[in-house]
């Protein structure tokens, strides 16, 4: 291989390396919209900070079959391989980037991972629909960041809030 090959390859994995954490201030909307779902809708007491924090603390995954198939929040899991028309409607629908974008962008690496949280045994979106159903269609299987909200935790609050 030749040094300048060796030198763009390293470089491409320096810059897909970068954007291997989640971009938590990019997705502050979301995550905000999130937490004042799970306090109204879920009964649970947490902050946006919390969220934040899990998600920081978060290790990239693939998204296996399994979890997408039971993901809430997200038109995502009914969308075929090669089936573009529906990815381009969602982005539409919801004003968000141009599917052709994105699809590069898996292409290379470079996307912005999805944001998913786990409580209970439920996975519910937090933010990347446009991203997941461009995947969908790419027929891949994309890296998301998890993050797990314990109902333990929850649970003491609540106990402690009682004292």
């Known amino acids: 291989m030749l040094i300048s090959e060796e030198i763009k390859r390293i470089s491409q994995l320096m810059e897909v390396k970068s954007v291997n954490r989640p971009d938590l201030q990019g997705e502050m909307d979301e995550i905000q919209r999130v937490t004042q779902y799970l306090n109204r809708e879920e009964g649970f007491h947490v902050k946006v900070n919390e969220l934040v924090d899990l998600f920081d603390k978060s290790t990239e995954s693939t998204l296996s079959d399994d979890v997408w198939s039971k993901l809430e929040n997200t038109e995502s899991n009914e969308i075929k391989k ?82």
């Open 82 to 163: 090669g089936d573009m028309d529906s990815v381009y409607d969602v982005a539409k629908k919801y004003n968000k980037s141009n599917p052709d974008k994105l699809k590069s962008k898996f292409e290379d690496g470079t996307y912005k991972r999805p944001l998913i949280l786990k409580f209970d045994n439920r996975y519910h979106l937090v933010a990347g629909n446009t991203r997941l159903c461009t995947a969908a269609a790419m027929g891949i299987n994309p890296k998301v960041f998890i993050g797990v909200l314990s109902t333990e935790d929850q649970m003491d609050t609540d106990n402690n809030s009682d004292k």
